[in-house]
Structure formats: C-alpha cells, structure tokens
C-alpha cells in the first residue's frame, strides 16, 4: 500500500502582509480626526493643539477639574525637548500652545500631555475609562501673526464663547470681565498697558507658574509686531482686528 503524503496549503508567498495602496479599515461615514503622519516641522515654530474629551462628561470649567489639570501641567510642562506654554480649559476640550524640538518630540510630548489631562480629569470627575474623544488636532505656527492670532485665541477663548452666548441672548454687550481662571493668562506677559496684572487680581495664583516659558523667536519676539494683546478682545470678533491695529501704532 503507498502511504499518504503530506501537502503543503499554498500561502501565496510575496502577495500578502507589507504596504498597499488604499488598505486598512475603511473611514466611517463622518471622520473626525484623521490618523495621519505628522508632517515634519523645524522646531523653531510653535504649535497649537486640541484635545477634546467624550461627550456626556461634565464640564470641564469646574474648580476641581481645573485644579487637577493645573496641577498636572505644572509637573509635566516640560520634558524631553517638549514645553506646554500657554493653555485653556474649556467645556469639553483643552487649548494649548506648545514648543517640540521635531516631530519625534511632539509625538512623544503629546502622547505625555493627553494621558496626565485624561488623568487628572478622570480624577477630579471620580471616573474612570477613557476620556479623550479621538487624536488630538495639530497646528503649526508658522509667521508672528499666526502665533498672536493663536494666542489671543486660546487666553480669551472663553470671551469668545462668552460674547457668542450673549449674542444669543439679544445682543448684550460684553463687559469687562477678569482674566479666565481655567487658563494661563495669569502668567502671560504680553498683555497690553499691563492690564491683565490688574485683571488678574483675585485669581488663585499660588505656587510656581503651570507653563513654561518660550524659546522660540515666534512666541518670545516676533508675535509682539502685531500688537500687545488686550484682556478686552474677542478672537475672531469684529472688534478685535480695530484693537490690533491700535496696538500696532502704540
């Protein structure tokens, strides 16, 4: 009798596994974030990132969360060619301004920042599981006045939303308000006049700053060609480019 012989299955060597053009899981029906490669940048331009976390959580405007997330900045505001400078707590998503010595440095520094700020929210809010939404929006600030528009942006974000609810309610002015307590623009020194000193009075300033301070030319020299930054403006009102060009021939 012949004995039976053994058969290898066919594994199609050479045709399987390695990169090829449109594989992967295909996007739903609306994307959010991409997960893209980064695209390389020199480190002498600042960027400016969003973390937004899951709905249905509570605001993250609390003092408690605030303070959780103050905290944890202050430890970790600078590492491994890395520096968070300037921030904001909003309801659901964080505003920074951070300086990466390239791209291997944000990736690195980034991944740090989303785990300490879904740390410290998880803690403050008494939760647990994951809090951020998806990858976290990246952009490069490349000229002075894409950094002062981004800075105006993040310290004054909250009278942005503020002046959009009042809109809403029947287009009542915006008074002068101190600085918001749920960011950094205690410690920021661009403001004009040195009102912000004055408007800061009162926020709970104790113990050494939560930001670093800046390196590159955009963030210590160049955004102030455009104007020191009045507490009073509104990012993306139309009051703001009057203020800006006032603060240019001051």
Known sequence: MRRPQQTELPLHRGTWGGWRPD???RAGPNPRVRHRRRPAFPARFP???TLKVREGLASLRTGRVVREVEATLRRGKEREGFRVLHYSI???HLHAIIEAEGRE???????SLAARFARAVNRALRRRGPMLLDHYHLHVLETPLEVRSALAYVLLNARKHRAERLGRAGGRRLSATPLDPASSGRWFRGWRGGRGAGLAVGLAAAGPPAVAEPRTWLLRVGWRRHGLLDPLEIPGGSRAPKQRRAASRG
């Open 90 to 92: 909003q309801g659901d």
């Open 23 to 25: 594989a992967g899981r």
């Open 105 to 111: 440095a944000l990736g690195r520094g980034m991944k």
């Open 47 to 49: 960027c400016h990132v």
